[in-house]
């Protein structure tokens, strides 16, 4: 079945070099356009590289639209960990070894892309197996048709609450659920108040399925605590300014001023508490790795609190990666182009899911997609990014959110305690 | 006698296809889509001369409808679509198909009224502020039901996943849409062939005089809108339980996507012709799927250049060359009596 | 509702707030204007309703974010912005505006739809799909202990005028100007007087091009850009234009203005998750309320 | 004979241009009624003010004794009000038999019937009249291929098949080839008698006007000059300095 040449599924057989290629944004368009001719070449060097089988997995990802930048960060985690497991000896069970290759489609941040590109995947290009595709939404849009399907996917990027009250049984994801993203921020607001239920709370997220269960999951906090919600509101979709949000908080002065809203909600929200001078003692944000809000907004960032799913400073470690800090150094090393950058956590979740499919594989010793299932629904291991174990709905309950606080240009690790380096600054000084 | 033979493979393909080609139904489907839309674009861009950009509306609305009325009659729909609820809410085999069937009906329902209602205000707008104003109605919709909680807001809905045989199911939506586009075309050829069919085309070719010879433009502007749009809500009710998860802005009232990708349908096709739409929406979908495929990333760049190169060069259509250069092919012959042949 | 009564109330217990308001929106809505007024010159001069517009825009703030992010000075951004926007709009014209201006108005709107499309793309095949912005290290000024004013957001202001000032003195002044208000009035009444129409649209064209380029250069400096993002630009012009009418400078100046201030207001009481919807909807309102018009005098809007 | 429609003292300026001052007029029912007087005199402005393209500044309009002046154009024409244009509106991409048929009075049809097609009688009866005008033989032809006095022909055809209690023709002559005004005249004259339609006629060439209507109204400067019958009119020494003063 190969009636539609696809374009990136060779980058599976690709030398790391040529993969690390296309992905250099600027090259991105003319690799992409040249992958369909080049297709044939790629195939007859690889022949002689392994003798390993292949098994193939599809993703629908995001290469263009909105999530491009972050869809591009997940497909280089998922390509990371397959050239780690082949360059280890591929997946072992029975008396052979299989490497993974990858089907990708561009689902253009787009739901209903999304789930067309999964019925292709799985229908015409035969898939069994599926990986992610990257934000809530499309996650939202992709995971009825897997579970129609029958097909595992284990996703690293979609961590809605709301994916997990479907009663999904193919759907599994390795990060922790979004309701807990800032949720910790609002015990640290409670443990620095005298007077937890005097804490005021300025809510601002997205309006997307993402955002919108991080909000749930602060309101949810914040009511156990008895704070007052004195600012709860919805970001566009397409935000560029939100000096009409932060004019009230200047006026409700909330002591926790929390925003979420992918990459432009932080670059947005960092940019103008800088210039209106918000003095909030806490402010909490998600996605400063990814909008890169130190090095484009320098001081202004400064004792922002970011959650995150995953730091290159926790202590976690897995034979395959080694440690996080391992992790990091050797990604950066095959991806050059976050030389200058922390490696956002986007990319270390997306091995992991891959990792989690490699686990699953060898202790079904098995490709039939019911044992890789329950294989899956099995799995309970530790790895460079967390432990993983999965709930009965398929959401990883082994791992805790962390909560990091940009100290002076530094990502410091603050929450939750047991993997806190450094102390809360509180309040935090506004530049 | 030619004609039935050719109408009646045409329906043969149609009944065959998607067991010719099982692993496109969900395609196969899709085209079936683009053709209720194109066609019912056409109903009042092509025939009658006012050109929607806001169509998608009643796509985007008829998904609600259908996907609210379905919850509505088995859950509380605010606590449906409240994402923080923990405990399972399914539906049984039978509240599906009556969600189904109801759903989609009730939509298009819906959305013919809302269209009249709608209309009563912007079919006073002529030309590029009716084209400005539909669009501004459409972009309008998905803001504001995207910041509606009780229907989901931002979040969207979820409909239950279709319940019987994978393949059966695949086959059912096909066929869903097949009816209803085959049913629209059927329907589209009588009434082109009506004095109605006559009236919005004179509103077409000089509203000014229609008015001045008496013709109920208002009425028969509305009556077409309302029809188109039931048709498209009857497909935006079915394409909800075919994607099972849609939000507003960006699968429902999606107006940058399939709001414009039925006027470039119709305009490759031909404007004011049975077959244009048709045509168009089946070259319009290869090409689509065929840049996603070869283009990849380049593949939007590929189509605005499309639509630039059709609007430009080609605004006539397929169906409107042909029947400028081989006018003998539908039967116009200057002397001959028979005229309406344009089908 | 609970939430929007307290924001209404906010507005009495702190008066300064509408201040605050007042500036914000006057700030954004200078832009707004800005634009507007480019497509208030190709509507009037050659009938084409550019719906490129905030694309247009969007593509000068890249030009001025990448330069910037190659060295050279933030403010120089608006100038250069300014003059690769031309060029830009020129090449734009030969290939498709051109071919439109003849036609029937719903090809204009579509090619340029169709136009929209490709440059957001391009720009995202070039630039990548994250948000970005130049940040210049200006301070803020402070009044009353609550109104905040960038300085960049000031420079841009002061810019934006500037621009206006300097393309209104044109329009007044230079021969061009006069050569393409004379088109804007009766294109075959100009033909006949000798004026080189094709010149002048191809000029018109340009310089609005190379106008929404210099707001983009300013976008980029007080706001952030994606290349998605044309499309608000596009809608917010389409507003002010049609509220104020073709040829009506200062109309367009007011509504730009306004329609930024209104937006602040609908955000400030209704959340700024409303403001897309705002815009819309006064879209919708000015129409109805311009189709009421027409109907007193027994017409319909055309 | 009854007043069908009763123009009451009716002004109508455009931008301090004063087209009409104070004109009132009636038209008889089942009569001809000629409205003359120099270019620039007011005519077409008092038939676009009767037909409803614009308001009037002031005065009364009433058709068949209901006030008409306030009602926009396609609601005057359902009441059977009708008009022709000066410039031809025919429907040039569609032939002759289809601008006929589109010109159904579709004021007479329930909203279900406009579902029907044309019956074979609608067709026979769009062909007689196409005869009725002398277009029978090109009546397969697209309409905009026709000559201009062929158009004009062919619109007078499709108010006919529109069957107007009242029509008002602006300058049917203007255009038509001098050989065949008397065949028009006689066929104004046939759809006034035969099909009891009430004309009222804007008409520039003396000739026609004089042997048509039963009265004339002449408009100078917007103002009523003169009413009366032909003779009258013909005799009347205010129509007569308008003229020479206007030429």
């Known amino acids: 079945m190969r009636a539609y040449p696809r374009c990136a599924e060779e980058s599976g057989f690709v030398s790391h070099h040529q993969y690390l290629e296309e992905y250099n944004p600027m090259k991105k368009s003319l690799s992409l356009l040249g992958c369909a001719l080049g297709a044939s070449l790629l195939f007859s060097h690889t022949a002689a590289a392994q003798d390993c089988e292949t098994i193939t997995l599809g993703s629908a990802i995001s290469l263009t639209g909105k999530y491009a930048t972050n869809g591009i960060h997940a497909k280089n985690g998922y390509e990371f960990a397959i050239q780690k497991i082949k360059d280890a000896g591929g997946v072992q069970f029975g008396d052979k070894c299989y490497n993974f290759n990858v089907i990708y489609y561009d689902d253009e941040s787009k739901g209903d892309r999304g789930a067309t590109l999964a019925e292709r995947l799985i229908n015409q290009d035969k898939v069994q197996y599926m990986l992610g595709p990257y934000s809530s939404g499309l996650t939202k849009a992709i995971a009825p048709v897997t579970e129609k399907y029958q097909i595992p996917m284990v996703e690293a990027e979609g961590a809605s609450r709301s994916l997990f009250n479907q009663g999904y049984k193919y759907l599994f994801a390795v990060l922790s659920t979004s309701e807990q993203y800032l949720a910790s921020a609002v015990t640290l607001a409670a443990e620095k108040a005298d007077d937890p239920s005097k804490v005021k709370v300025a809510v601002a997220v997205e309006n997307d399925p993402f955002s919108l269960d991080i909000r749930a999951g602060v309101l949810e906090d914040a009511a156990k605590f008895d704070m007052q919600v004195v600012i709860d509101e919805q970001l566009p979709r397409d935000l560029s300014d939100m000096s009409a949000i932060l004019t009230k908080v200047k006026l409700l002065k909330p002591d926790l001023l929390i925003v979420s809203g992918h990459s432009k909600g932080a670059a947005t929200a960092v940019r103008q508490i800088g210039e209106q001078k918000i003095d909030s003692p806490m402010v909490a944000i998600t996605h400063c790795e990814a909008a890169d809000v130190v090095g484009n907004f320098g001081a202004a960032a400064n004792d922002i609190l970011c959650s995150t799913q995953w730091a290159e400073t926790l202590t976690y470690e897995d034979p395959l990666f080694g440690s996080a800090a391992n992790y990091e150094k050797e990604f950066k090393e095959a991806f050059p182009e976050y030389k200058d950058k922390s490696v956002p956590y986007q990319v270390a979740q997306a091995s992991a899911a891959v990792y989690v499919f490699k686990d699953a594989f060898e202790r079904a010793a098995s490709l039939d997609k019911e044992a890789v299932r329950d294989a899956i629904a099995a799995t309970d291991m530790m790895t460079f990014y967390g432990g993983i174990k999965f709930s009965e709905f398929g959401n990883n309950i082994a791992k805790p959110m962390v909560l990091r606080q940009i100290q002076d240009g530094e990502y410091n690790v603050v929450a939750p305690s047991e993997f806190a380096s450094h102390p809360l600054n509180w309040p935090r000084t506004p530049q | 006698m030619k004609k039935t033979l050719f109408y009646a493979v045409l329906l043969l393909i149609t009944i065959a296809a998607p067991y010719l080609f099982p692993d496109y139904g969900t395609q196969l489907a899709t085209l079936w889509l683009m053709i209720i839309v194109a066609l019912t674009w056409d109903m009042t861009g092509g025939q009658m001369g006012y050109n929607s950009l806001g169509n998608i509306f009643f796509y985007g609305t008829g998904m609600y409808v259908a996907a609210l009325i379905t919850i509505g009659m088995v859950h509380p729909i605010g606590e449906y679509t409240d994402a923080s609820r923990s405990e399972l809410m399914l539906f049984t085999e039978g509240q599906y198909f009556t969600g189904l069937i109801v759903g989609s009906l009730g939509a298009g329902l819906f959305c013919a009224l809302s269209a009249v209602i709608i209309g009563y205000i912007t079919f006073g707008l002529r030309g590029p502020y009716f084209a400005i104003g539909t669009l501004g109605v459409a972009i309008a919709a998905g803001e504001l039901v995207s910041n509606w909680d009780w229907v989901g807001g931002g979040q969207g809905i979820q409909l239950p996943v279709y319940p019987g045989d994978l393949d059966t199911g695949k086959v059912v939506f096909y066929f869903l849409f097949a009816i209803t586009g085959v049913a629209l075309f059927i329907f589209l050829k009588w009434l082109y062939s009506t004095r109605f069919g006559a009236a919005i085309n004179a509103i077409r070719d000089d509203e000014e005089k229609a008015e001045a010879m008496g013709i109920h433009t208002m009425r028969y502007k509305l009556t077409a809108w309302a029809l188109s749009a039931f048709f498209v809500g009857v497909a935006g009710g079915i394409s909800a339980f075919q994607l099972i998860h849609f939000e507003p802005l960006e699968t429902a009232y999606q107006t940058i996507n399939l709001g414009i990708f039925m006027v470039v349908c119709v305009l490759l096709g031909g404007k004011g012709t049975l077959w244009g739409p048709v045509v168009g929406a089946i070259l319009f979908h290869v090409i689509k799927e065929v840049t996603w495929n070869y283009l990849l990333g380049w593949q939007w760049v590929a189509l605005g250049a499309l639509i630039v190169v059709t609007v430009v060069y080609f605004q006539d259509g397929i169906m409107g060359w042909l029947m400028h250069n081989k006018p003998e092919w539908f039967g116009m012959r200057v002397e001959k009596k028979e005229q309406e042949g344009t089908a | ?302 | 004979m009854s007043t069908i429609i009763d123009v009451q003292d009716v002004t109508k300026s455009f931008g301090g241009v004063l087209a009409n001052s104070d004109v009132s007029l009636q038209v008889e029912r089942g009569g001809i009624t000629g409205l003359i007087g120099p270019n620039g005199s007011g005519k077409t402005t008092l038939f676009n003010s009767v037909v409803g393209y614009h308001p009037i500044d002031s005065g009364s309009i009433h058709f068949e004794g209901q006030e008409i002046s306030k009602l926009p154009v396609q609601k005057i024409a359902r009441l059977g009000l009708l008009r022709t244009f000066q410039q031809t509106r025919i429907y040039g991409a569609m032939n002759c038999v289809e601008n006929m048929l589109i010109s159904m009075p579709h004021r007479k049809m329930t909203f279900l019937e406009s579902f029907g097609r044309n019956t074979a009688e609608d067709r026979e009866r769009a062909e007689m009249l196409l005869d009725f005008v002398g277009l029978y033989e090109k009546r397969w032809l697209r309409s905009g291929s026709l000559s201009f006095g062929q158009q004009k022909l062919l619109e007078f055809a499709m108010a006919l098949m529109n069957e107007p209690t009242v029509l008002l023709l602006d300058e049917p002559t203007a255009g038509i080839n001098p050989t065949l005004i008397n065949g028009l005249i006689d066929r104004l004259k046939r759809a006034n008698s035969d099909f009891g339609i009430t004309l009222f006629i804007i008409e520039h060439n003396m000739r026609v006007i004089m042997n048509m209507a039963d009265t004339i109204y002449c408009l100078a400067h917007g103002k009523l000059l003169a009413k009366g019958s032909p003779d009258e009119i013909q005799n009347d020494q205010r129509v007569i300095d308008a003229y020479l003063g206007a030429h």
């Open chain 3, 1 to 302: 509702m609970d939430q929007f009564l307290s924001n209404i109330g906010l507005l009495f217990e702190f008066p300064i707030v509408n201040l605050k308001i007042i500036i914000d929106g006057l700030m954004i809505g200078a832009l707004f204007a800005l634009a507007a007024y480019g497509l208030a010159l190709v509507w009037g001069v050659m009938n084409v309703k550019n719906l490129a517009q905030g694309d247009f825009v969007i593509a000068g703030g890249y030009v001025a974010w990448y330069l910037s992010r190659h060295g050279m000075p933030p403010l120089l951004g608006v100038p250069v912005a300014f003059v690769v926007m031309w060029g830009v709009g020129w090449v734009v014209y030969r290939l498709v505006i051109s071919r439109v201006i003849e036609r029937d108005l719903f090809t204009s709107l579509l090619a340029t739809f169709g136009l929209a499309i490709i440059m957001a793309q391009m720009l995202n095949l070039l630039f990548g799909s994250d948000t970005q912005s130049i940040q210049l290290d200006y301070d803020t000024l402070y009044f009353f202990d609550f109104i905040d004013i960038p300085i960049a957001k000031l420079l841009g202001v002061l810019m934006a005028t500037a621009l206006a000032v300097a393309v209104v003195l044109f329009m007044k002044k230079s021969r061009m100007g006069q050569a393409i208000r004379a088109t804007s009035q009766d294109a075959r009444a100009a033909r006949v007087l000798g004026i080189d129409t094709e010149k002048v649209y191809s000029f018109t064209f340009s310089l609005n091009s190379a106008i929404c380029g210099a707001a983009g250069a300013i976008i980029v400096m007080v706001w952030v850009i994606q290349p998605f993002y044309g499309i608000t630009y596009s809608i917010r012009s389409f507003v002010i234009v049609t509220a104020a009418g073709l040829g009506n400078l200062p109309g367009v100046i007011a509504a730009g203005l306004g329609i930024g201030v209104a937006e602040q207001y609908g955000a400030h009481i209704f959340g700024i998750g409303y403001q897309q919807a705002i815009a819309v909807l006064l879209l919708l309102l000015v129409l109805v309320y311009r189709l009421v018009q027409q109907r007193r005098v027994r017409q319909s809007l055309k």
